[in-house]
Structure formats: C-alpha cells, structure tokens
C-alpha cells in the first residue's frame, strides 16, 4: 500500500510500517498536515504494551477512552466502533515498536486483528471514515513481528512511504 492509499475507508486495518519510530511519527505528522480529511491520529507506545493489561491501559489513556472502559476485548470492539470522543474524519493509531506489543501474550494478535479489521469495515460502511492501525518496526524487531503474526494467522498489508531525499 502507497501512503497516498492510506486514508482509503475499509480494510486492512493492520498496516506495516518498516521504518524507524522517529521516521514514522514525522512522517505521520507531516501526513495529517497535509491531508484534507484532517483524521485523528494517536500514537501508542509498544514498551508500554507487553502484556495484556497494559496493553489495555495504554490503549485506553492514548486514545483517550471512557472511564467505564471495561479492559477486554468486548471493550475494545465497542470503543473502536464509536469513537465519538476523537475530533477527526478517520483514525490512524500508529503503534510504535509494535513487536513489543502483546509480546507476552501472544494470542492477542488474532483478536486484534478481527476489532480493527471489523472496525475498518464500520467506519467504512457508515461514514465512509478510515480506520487504521499502523505496525512500525524495523530490523530484527519487524522480523520478529512478522513471525508472530504469521504464527496467529494474521497479514497486515505493508505502507510504503516516499522517498526521502
């Protein structure tokens, strides 16, 4: 996928991002402003996201959710098909060093996938939004999240960016 593709409405909603964090948080800055759609984006650090509950609690204090947010992935499936709180047409979470995340709890990956695949398709059919969950990695980090996704039976669609020069 070009970067251009990204603001697209509907699935995937997992993208691959191989570069390094810094890079990909300008780059994502630097796209927002020069986007008309003028979407939410939210970075979530993957450090900070290692076992499931913390994945929850930095899910829940980076995009800002509810404090009945329930901690599960029901909870989950409902914030990110709402999402009424976030000022933006569409949404793009950029998850820094993402091979950290879930990394000890390692069936979460599947369930992700299937809430921000379905949530794509949500924002998709109702508001014709994007929806996008941007995996950076780079090196033997990225290595080590392709395995892990393809040991849960997930694919997420690469993001290429521009050249720099």
């Known amino acids: 996928m070009r970067a251009e593709e990204l603001l697209r409405p509907g699935p995937p909603g997992l993208v691959l991002l191989d570069t390094d964090a ?3 948080w300008a780059w994502a800055l630097e796209y927002r402003e020069e986007s008309e759609l003028g ?14 509950e913390a994945f929850h609690d930095e899910l ?3 995009l800002q959710f509810p404090p009945h947010y329930g901690h599960g992935w029901d909870a989950l499936n409902d914030c990110f098909n709402d ?3 976030l000022e933006g047409q569409g949404f793009v979470f950029l998850f820094l060093e993402a ?14 996938a299937e809430l921000a695949g379905q949530a794509a398709e949500t924002w998709a059919e109702m508001d014709e939004l994007p929806f996008k969950l941007v995996l950076q990695a780079e090196g033997a980090g990225l290595d ?3 395995a892990r996704l393809a040991r849960q039976g997930v694919r997420a669609e690469p993001l290429q960016l521009p050249m720099v020069n």
């Open 22 to 24: 810094e890079r990909a």
């Open 39 to 52: 979407f939410a984006l939210r970075w979530l650090r993957g450090s900070r996201m290692r076992t499931l």
């Open 60 to 62: 829940a204090a980076a």
């Open 83 to 85: 999402l009424e709180w």
């Open 99 to 112: 091979e950290q995340v879930l990394a000890e709890a390692e069936g979460g990956w599947s369930l992700l």
């Open 144 to 146: 080590e999240l392709q």
